[in-house]
């Protein structure tokens, strides 16, 4: 037991080291101006305000851009669920032709850089009249190869007897994927959910050249245009703003934590 | 009873929604920036996009002969070669220590490195601008309690690269760590007894009995850890737009620049360059791990 403390302090320190930037994010965000150019830096806030956000919720527009992004994230979430656990089952348990050749398509688009299929994707959008729209925003991300790739495994899994009961009853395919096999993969579909949340939410490039008008930004975007614009020397603004942006998704990743380092280890996949 | 007809049915429904996304959102821009990739296409053409001319090779071999784009090359290894086995070990040494080191807390501890993976990069640049920067940075004032006067980091030429490696792998080594961790756990413990009972020491029972026992999960993150190095964008994106004098701008930037500049063409032969390496790469790492 002598020798553990030492292991904890190096653990603690990694802790800090990871953490603390969060922390003097958070900090930050509550304080002035003034004190956020302090040299040297403060790290408690020394006179806390929440004018930052007050700021940022009264003159800029972000109770706009938090609804988009919740919106997008939660359209996109549900097109996933759906959409890769139907083939997902099809690619595991039906018989077809062509399945495999659809499996090995869905693996190599795995390896497809974001940059090959930007250009086309962007001039495709444009020329569909979706370019600044929620359409065009969500419309790329309802599948993914990763979402198929994780439904399929999990869908292996399941015995093959459960379907045969369900044929013996009269139970049609579909009402075999739907009622019997789909309830089986809850803790797939969480983690699926989750990280396709998480991935939506921060999703940042592609927003950032679909949505023209600020009434379709979402929060990265928002954010990054903060950070570049005339509002780039408001630190405690973009504090707040960055905190705006984390937090959800935190609170979301520590309820659920369990299910998505599960997941990940199961995957493999970030 | 098991009817294949209506199977096949059923699955065509099942798979019908996907086929249709993916052939619009993916499959169709893939081939379309192959098409693209050999045509002078520019963003005057956006709305004619099948009006426009073939030129051969001609954006290939102007990428190739492009001074920046061999910076960006070059940047572009210099991240990997750096970034993924720093990123690697960083992750190794927690899932190390979390696993055999500390019992109390792990869940604490766990999610806390893995905190940085899912944070917007967007809201992790706004925080590191500032842990970088030259005067009220954090960085700095910690070097300046030692009496080192650090850096302008991200205005150096020098010192801009390894600013972004120090963040990327920083922000990424909670995916690979989850992974190693998934893979510890799958070593049984006997393994470990037995070395002991051999009178090896713990450095010694690592080297030659539990990494190599890591093999397939060393593969597996070093695969997927290097495609994602190889796409190196979002650090340079926000943090640097790939300067100072390109000394940060790497192939994933210059491809996006190229398309700010409206020369589409050139863009996707670039991304398909770097699409050619990253196959060839994760093929070559495939090759070299895989088990004997």
Known sequence: ?270 | MRSLRRETAAAWILVLPFVALFLAFTAGPVLGSLGMSFTDIKQRDLRTPFAVNGVGFDNYLKALSDETFRQAAFNTAYFVVIGVPLTLAVALAAAVLLDRGVKRFQALFKVGYYLPVVTSIVAIAVIWRFVLSPDAGLVNTVLGWVGIDGPNWLASKTWAMPSLIAMAVWRNFGSAMIIFLAGLQGIPQTVEEAGQIDGAGPWQRFRYLILPLLRPTLLFTSVTTGIGYLQFFEEPFVMTQGGPLNSTVSVSMYTYQQFGFGNYGLATSMSYLLFVVIAVITFIQFRLLREK
């Open chain 1, 1 to 270: 037991m002598r020798r553990t403390w030492w292991i904890y302090l190096i653990a603690v320190l990694g802790l800090v080291a990871v953490a603390a930037p969060f922390v003097w994010m958070l900090l930050g965000s509550f304080k002035t101006q003034g004190e956020l150019l302090r040299v040297p830096p403060t790290w408690l806030p020394q006179a806390p305000t929440t004018q930052n956000y007050d700021d940022l919720f009264n003159k800029a527009n972000f109770p706009r851009y938090f609804l988009n992004s919740t919106l997008v994230a939660l359209v996109v979430t549900a097109g996933n669920l759906a959409f890769c656990s139907m083939i997902g089952y099809a690619l595991a348990k039906l018989r077809f032709k062509g399945r495999n050749a659809l499996f090995v398509l869905v693996l190599a688009t795995l390896m497809v850089p974001g940059m090959v299929t930007f250009v086309p994707l962007f001039v495709f959008v444009t020329n569909a009249g979706l370019a600044n729209s929620y359409p065009g925003l969500i419309l790329p991300f309802l599948v993914s190869p990763f979402g198929v790739f994780l439904m399929r495994q999990f869908f292996s899994g399941l015995p093959d007897d459960l379907m045969d009961a369900g044929r013996v009853d009269g139970t049609s395919e579909l009402g075999i994927f739907a009622r019997i096999m789909l309830p089986l993969t809850r803790p797939a579909l969480a983690t699926l959910g989750i990280l396709t949340f998480l991935g939506s939410w921060n999703n940042f490039l592609w927003p950032l050249v679909i949505a023209q008008t600020e009434d379709k930004y979402t929060l990265p975007v928002a954010l990054a245009l903060y950070s570049t614009g005339q509002n780039a020397q408001n630190f405690g603004l973009l504090m707040a703003g960055a905190v705006v942006v984390v937090v959800p998704v935190l609170v979301m990743f520590l309820v659920f934590q369990r299910h998505v380092t599960k997941g990940i280890a199961i995957t493999g996949l970030k």
